[in-house]
C-alpha cells in the first residue's frame, strides 16, 4: 500500500457558545485548530497535551462523530466526508474507538459476550454457535478467559472492562485504533496490562493506533511518533526519541520538565512553568502559549507561528526556535535558548 | 524499630493497630486491616498504593469524618500529643481539624462551599480558630491567597469557587487548611485532578510552604513520582495493611516487598526500553469482604512460598527505618 492508511488535513472544530444575536458576532469554542498528520500502517501516533487542549475533539472528528467546522480526514485517500452509506460503513470497520471510562462505555445490562461482539452483529446476523466462538476468540485476544463471556460489566475488575472495550474494538478486524486515554483510568500494575496489550496486538495484527493521553511516561513508552498540542493546535510533531530527548517547543519542554519522575535521587533543576491554559473561547493573539512563555517576544504575541519543519524531520511552531525560513532549522541551535538556560538566568538576576 | 516503641519526641502522630471497617446489609468490607505508623515533627510521610487499598480510609479515620452510617473504626489508637482521637468527643474533635490538623482533598469543591466567596470561606476558617475580627479575618484571607500565589487576590478574595480553574480552586483551599498554621496537613490526592504543569506547581507550592511553617504533611497518592519528588518517608499499602515503610531513597534503590517491586517495575520507564512489555503484576487486588488468610498479596506473588499461605507475615524491620511484611523480604530485596 502506498500513501498513509491516515490523513488528516487542517482538521478544524469550532462549537458555537450559545445562539448570538447577530449571527456574526457568535462566540466560539476554537477546540481544533488547522491541525495536520497522518498515521501510517502499524504505527502509533500519540497526542499529548493538557486538559481541553482538544484531544478528544481530534479523536471525535477521526471517527465522525462530530463534524469538523473545517479540513479533511482522509483514510488510504478516500475523504470519508463524502462517503455515502455503504462505504461509511466499510470504512468504519476499518477504525474503531477504546474510551477512557471503562465503566461508563459499556452498557451494563448486556454480559461480555454481548458487547464485544455487538458490533460485529451490526454487520451481520450470527448464530448462537458462531457468536460464542467470536466471543471466546476475542476474549482470548484481549487475555481474557472465555468463561467471562457470561459475566456483566458490573462483575468484572477495571482492567478487566478495558480489556472488553479493546476487544469489542478487536470485533471487526479495524486496521487502526483510536484509544482516547484508555489507560487514564487505570492504576499503574493494569495499566501495564493494558500497554503489553496493546503492544502485543500491534505486533500480531499490524494495527495502527491514534493513542491519546496525558500522560508522558506511558507516550514515551508506546508511541512512534507524537504530537503535542496546546489550545487546540499542534505545537510540535516529532518521533519519541527525538521529542523526549530533546524537546524544541517551549511548552514541550515545560510538559516533560513537569512530568514527575519516580525517582527519588533526580534533582528537578528548572521552575515550574508559571500560569494556567487559557481559555479557547478567547485564545491569546499570536502564539497562544505567549503568556506562559520565558522567550516569548514582541513578534510572538502578534503573529501565530507556522509549523516549520527541521532538519531532524519533526514540524514545530514557535518563533523563536523554529523561525520559518525556507532552509529547514537544525534543532541543535536550540541549546542557547533552552528554557533551563533561560529560567537560571533569570534566576540569577 | 519502627513500630510497637512508644512515640519519641519527634513524634507528632502515632496511629496504632487501626482497624475500620464497613457494614453492609450482606458482608463486611474490612478497609483497614490495623495498621500502624506514625508521622514525625515537620516531615512529609508518602501513602501509595492503588485505588481501593485504603488510602483515603486511613486519612478520613485519622480525622473521624467516615460516614457514621456505614463505618465503624472498630479498634485502635490515633495518637496526637498524648491524647487518643478516637476518644475525644465531636466537639474537641471539630476543634483539632482545621486547627491542629487540616486536610486537603482530590476536588476542591468537597471543603469549598459554593454559595461563598473563598475569601469568605478563608476567613471563617481563620475566626474558627483565632480570635480575630472579621476585617482582620479578610485581611488574612488575602494574604493567604497570595501565600498560594494566587495572581490578583484582592479581586480574587471575592469570587466564588465556580470562577475559579481547578488549580486555582486546589490552591484556595490549601489557603483555607493552612489559615490556622496546622501542625499536621493530611492531602488526600491533591493533584491528581490537576494537568501536569498546573501539578508541578501545586507540589512546588506545597513544598515550600512546608520549609516556611514546619508543618508535617501526610501525602497521599498513587503516582510513585509525586512520592519521589515530594516525600521523605513511604508507607506502601496493600489490600487494607502496609507493607512496606521505609525512607524514601531505600525503598526506590531497594523495594524490600514484591508489591512495591512490583509496582515500581510496571511504571513506563524509558531507561528499560521503549516499546517493550512492561513487567506485569498479574492478577488483581483481593475481595477485603471475604477474610484472608496469610499472605494477601500470596495469589499474586512470584515469590510466594507455602507459609505465604498459611500465616499472615508481621511488618518487621529489613534494614534501618525500613520495614516490610514478607516472609522473604530479605531475598527480594536482592532480587
Ligand atoms: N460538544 C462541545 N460543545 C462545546 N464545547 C466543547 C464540546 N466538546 C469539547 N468542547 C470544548 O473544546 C475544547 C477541547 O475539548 P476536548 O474534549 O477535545 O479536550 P481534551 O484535550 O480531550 O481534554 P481532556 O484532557 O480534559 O480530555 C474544550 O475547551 C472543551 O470545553
Ligand atoms: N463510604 C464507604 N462505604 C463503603 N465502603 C467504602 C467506603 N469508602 C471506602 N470504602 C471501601 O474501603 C476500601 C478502601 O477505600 P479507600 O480508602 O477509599 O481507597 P484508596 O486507597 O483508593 O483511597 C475499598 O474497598 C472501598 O471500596
Ligand atoms: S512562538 Fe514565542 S511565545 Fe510561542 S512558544 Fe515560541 S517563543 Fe514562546
Ligand atoms: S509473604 Fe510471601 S506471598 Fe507475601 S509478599 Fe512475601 S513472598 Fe510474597
Ligand atoms: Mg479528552
Ligand atoms: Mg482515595
Known amino acids: 500500500m502506498n500513501g498513509p492508511l491516515l490523513k ?3 482538521l478544524t472544530k469550532h462549537y458555537p457558545l450559545g445562539t448570538g444575536f447577530l449571527k456574526k458576532t457568535i462566540p466560539v469554542i476554537r477546540a481544533v485548530e488547522d491541525v495536520s498528520f497522518s498515521v501510517e500502517a502499524g504505527e502509533t501516533l500519540c497526542i499529548v497535551g493538557e486538559s481541553g487542549c482538544g484531544k478528544s475533539t481530534v479523536a471525535r472528528l477521526l ?6 467546522t473545517g479540513g479533511r480526514v482522509l483514510i488510504d485517500g478516500t475523504d470519508i466526508a463524502g462517503l455515502k452509506k455503504d462505504a461509511l460503513h466499510a470504512w468504519r470497520r476499518r477504525m474503531q474507538m477504546v474510551f477512557q471510562d471503562p465503566y461508563s462505555s459499556l452498557n451494563p445490562r448486556l454480559t461480555a459476550g454481548q ?11 450470527l448464530s448462537r454457535r458462531q457468536r460464542q466462538a467470536l466471543a471466546a476468540d476475542l476474549l482470548r485476544k484481549v487475555g481474557m478467559s472465555p468463561e467471562m463471556m457470561h459475566r456483566l460489566p458490573s462483575e468484572l475488575s477495571g482492567g478487566q472492562r478495558q480489556r472488553l472495550g479493546i476487544a469489542r474494538a478487536l470485533a471487526l478486524n479495524p486496521s487502526l485504533i483510536i484509544a482516547d486515554e484508555a489507560v487514564s483510568a487505570l492504576d499503574v500494575s493494569v495499566q501495564a496490562q ?18 491519546i493521553s496525558h500522560d508522558l511516561s506511558v507516550v514515551e513508552h508506546i508511541g512512534h511518533r507524537v504530537a503535542v498540542m496546546y489550545l487546540g493546535r499542534i505545537v510540535e510533531l516529532a518521533t519519541c526519541e527525538a521529542l523526549f530527548a530533546r524537546p524544541v517547543h517551549p511548552y514541550t519542554e515545560a510538559l516533560i520538565a513537569a512530568a514527575p519522575v519516580p525517582d527519588p535521587t533526580r534533582v528537578r533543576l528548572v521552575a515550574p512553568v508559571e500560569g494556567e491554559v487559557p481559555s479557547p473561547i478567547n485564545p491569546p493573539r499570536g502564539c497562544a502559549f ?8 514582541d513578534r510572538c504575541r502578534i503573529e501565530v507561528p507556522p509549523l516549520v519543519p527541521m532538519a531532524d524531520g519533526r514540524v514545530v511552531a514557535c518563533h523563536v526556535r523554529a523561525p520559518a525560513t525556507d532552509i529547514p532549522s537544525q534543532p541543535a541551535e536550540v541549546g542557547d535558548h533552552s528554557l533551563a538556560h533561560v529560567l537560571s538566568l533569570m534566576i540569577r538576576s | 524499630m519502627l513500630m510497637q516503641k512508644s512515640a519519641g519526641n519527634d513524634v507528632l502522630l502515632d496511629v496504632r493497630d487501626l482497624e475500620t471497617h464497613f457494614v453492609g446489609d450482606e458482608s463486611t468490607t474490612r478497609a483497614l486491616g490495623g495498621i500502624s505508623f506514625q508521622v514525625k515533627k515537620g516531615e512529609t510521610l508518602g501513602v501509595v498504593g492503588e485505588s481501593g487499598c485504603g488510602k483515603s480510609v486511613t486519612a478520613l479515620s485519622i480525622l473521624r469524618l467516615l460516614p457514621k452510617m456505614n463505618a465503624r473504626t472498630v479498634g485502635g489508637e490515633v495518637r496526637f500529643h498524648g491524647r487518643d482521637l478516637l476518644e475525644l468527643s465531636d466537639r474537641e474533635m471539630r ?7 487540616a486536610m486537603i482533598f482530590q476536588e476542591p469543591m468537597t471543603s469549598l462551599n459554593p454559595v461563598y466567596t473563598v475569601g469568605r470561606q478563608i476567613a471563617e476558617a481563620v475566626q474558627i480558630h483565632t480570635k480575630a475580627s472579621r476585617s482582620v479575618a479578610m485581611a488574612k484571607a488575602q ?3 497570595r501565600l498560594v500565589r494566587i495572581a490578583d487576590p484582592e479581586r480574587r478574595v471575592n469570587n466564588y ?32 485532578a490537576l494537568d501536569v504543569t498546573i501539578q508541578a506547581q501545586i507540589l512546588r507550592l506545597i513544598a515550600d510552604l512546608k520549609e516556611r511553617t514546619g508543618t508535617a504533611v501526610m501525602f497521599i497518592t498513587h503516582d510513585l513520582g509525586v512520592v519521589a519528588e515530594t516525600c521523605q518517608r513511604v508507607i506502601v499499602m496493600y489490600a487494607g495493611s502496609i507493607v512496606e515503610q521505609a525512607n524514601v531513597i531505600d525503598l526506590f534503590a531497594r523495594p524490600a516487598h514484591p508489591y512495591t517491586q512490583g509496582l515500581m517495575r510496571s511504571v513506563p520507564d524509558q531507561r528499560r526500553g521503549r516499546q517493550r512489555r512492561l513487567p506485569e503484576i498479574p492478577g488483581i487486588v483481593p475481595s477485603l469482604r471475604e477474610p484472608i488468610v496469610g499472605c494477601s498479596f500470596a495469589p499474586r506473588c512470584p515469590f510466594a512460598i507455602d507459609i505465604c499461605r498459611e500465616k499472615t507475615p508481621i511488618l518487621r524491620d529489613v534494614g534501618s527505618s525500613h520495614a516490610a511484611a514478607c516472609w522473604r523480604a530479605e531475598e527480594v530485596m536482592g532480587a
Open chain 1, 8 to 10: 488528516v488535513e487542517n
Open chain 1, 63 to 68: 471517527m465522525r462523530l462530530v463534524e469538523p
Open chain 1, 115 to 125: 458487547i464485544i461482539t455487538e458490533p460485529v452483529e451490526n454487520f451481520e446476523r
Open chain 1, 194 to 211: 493494558i500497554l503489553n496489550l496493546l503492544l502485543d496486538l500491534q505486533q500480531q495484527m499490524g494495527i495502527a493506533f491514534v493513542f
Open chain 1, 290 to 297: 505567549h503568556p506562559r512563555c520565558p522567550l516569548a517576544v
Open chain 2, 95 to 101: 476543634q483539632i481539624r482545621g486547627d491542629q490538623i
Open chain 2, 143 to 145: 494574604e493567604m491567597l
Open chain 2, 161 to 192: 469557587p465556580h470562577e475559579m480553574s481547578g488549580g486555582m480552586r486546589q490552591r484556595a483551599m490549601i489557603a483555607m487548611a493552612l489559615a490556622c498554621s496546622p501542625e499536621l496537613l493530611i492531602a488526600d490526592e491533591p493533584t491528581t
